[in-house]
């Protein structure tokens, strides 16, 4: 189970992005998208209504208390930060714990990140130290993580209302058969 966690949502400004980081997080393999201390839910209805329509499973969730959620978790947990380790250098070991362990916790943030989620983070990892973003943090570490899987295989999304033919040219839509 991947759960990516979004922290310093603002209201109205972040929309766009935050709805991204959870289209990112769905389209690139994680189970469930948590906003993290915000009270919008504009982008958390969004997520859904996509995955009424493109499939599921995939959770979306709204957590106030974010701290004890954080400290609550089963698994490991992996701060996206410009500052951390090398994701090439980290990434053999955060892969054999989310093996073994079934759980990983992906942190991405906005503005500033508070001091002590690199503290309670398992791992702080860079995708590159240079400043970016993080829906594309996001999706390079997602990506690295299942090996780029999820580009060619999308049969883990059930019961959606459409699905796509690939094709090289024009646009192929087809109704999903029913799970
Ligand atoms: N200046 C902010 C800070 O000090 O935390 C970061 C702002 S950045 C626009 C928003 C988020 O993108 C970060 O919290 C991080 O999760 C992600 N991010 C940006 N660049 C990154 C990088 N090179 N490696 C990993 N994550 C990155």
Same mark, same amino acid.
């Given at each position: 189970?991947?759960?990516?966690?979004? +922290?310093?949502?603002?209201?109205?400004?972040d929309?766009?992005?935050?709805?991204?980081?959870?289209?990112?997080?769905?389209? +690139?393999?994680?189970?469930? +998208?948590?906003?993290?201390?915000?009270?919008?839910?504009?982008?958390?209805?969004?997520?859904?209504?996509?995955?009424?329509?493109?499939?599921?499973? +995939?959770?979306?969730?709204?957590?106030?208390?974010?701290?004890?959620?954080?400290?609550?978790?089963?698994?490991?947990l992996?701060?996206?930060?410009m500052?951390?380790?090398?994701?090439?250098?980290?990434?053999?070991?955060?892969?054999?714990?989310?093996?073994?362990?079934?759980?990983?916790?992906?942190?991405?943030?906005?503005?500033?990140?508070p001091?002590?989620?690199?503290?309670?983070?398992?791992?702080?990892?860079?995708?590159g130290?240079?400043?970016?973003?993080?829906?594309?943090?996001?999706?390079?570490?997602?990506?690295?993580?299942?090996?780029?899987?999820?580009?060619?295989?999308?049969?883990?999304?059930?019961?959606?209302?459409?699905?796509?033919?690939?094709?090289?040219?024009?646009?192929?839509?087809?109704?999903?058969?029913?799970?």
């Amino acid at each position: 189970v991947i759960t990516v966690v979004r +922290f310093g949502h603002r209201k109205g400004r972040d929309t766009r992005i935050t709805t991204h980081v959870g289209l990112t997080a769905r389209a +690139f393999g994680a189970d469930r +998208f948590v906003l993290a201390g915000s009270d919008d839910r504009t982008p958390l209805r969004t997520l859904e209504k996509v995955t009424e329509k493109w499939g599921g499973p +995939f959770e979306t969730v709204g957590v106030d208390k974010w701290r004890p959620f954080l400290r609550k978790r089963k698994g490991k947990l992996v701060h996206l930060t410009m500052y951390g380790l090398p994701l090439p250098r980290v990434l053999p070991q955060i892969r054999k714990d989310w093996e073994t362990g079934g759980e990983l916790m992906v942190f991405v943030g906005a503005e500033k990140v508070p001091p002590d989620v690199y503290e309670m983070a398992d791992y702080n990892v860079a995708v590159g130290s240079q400043p970016h973003s993080e829906v594309a943090a996001l999706a390079v570490f997602l990506d690295r993580l299942t090996e780029g899987r999820l580009l060619e295989d999308s049969s883990r999304f059930k019961g959606a209302e459409l699905r796509l033919t690939p094709c090289a040219r024009g646009k192929l839509k087809a109704p999903r058969e029913p799970v």
